[in-house]
């Protein structure tokens, strides 16, 4: 058997109208969007480090007495 005696199988299409006569428009519009909904989503922002943090440099001022290493480490 020989590469030239096999034929491949003609590739199913993605989309096929079964109703109506849209314009090449309207299929343009309707190839994006299933496209875009394949493509993966990628909306979330890189976590920042503490250090960087503006808010952080907003902090309580520091107590002094018994037990004041303790309240240093508590949230605001």
Known sequence: MTD???TPE???P???VVKGDPTAEELAALVA????????VTTAKPDRPLW???ELTHRRPM???AGAWRQSSLPH
Do not use: D, H, K
């Open 63 to 65: 107590s002094t007495g």
């Open 33 to 40: 969007v299933v496209a875009s909904l394949s493509a993966p």
């Open 14 to 16: 993605m989309l096929r």
């Open 10 to 12: 003609p590739a199913r």
């Open 4 to 6: 030239e005696s096999i």
């Open 52 to 54: 960087g943090r503006p």
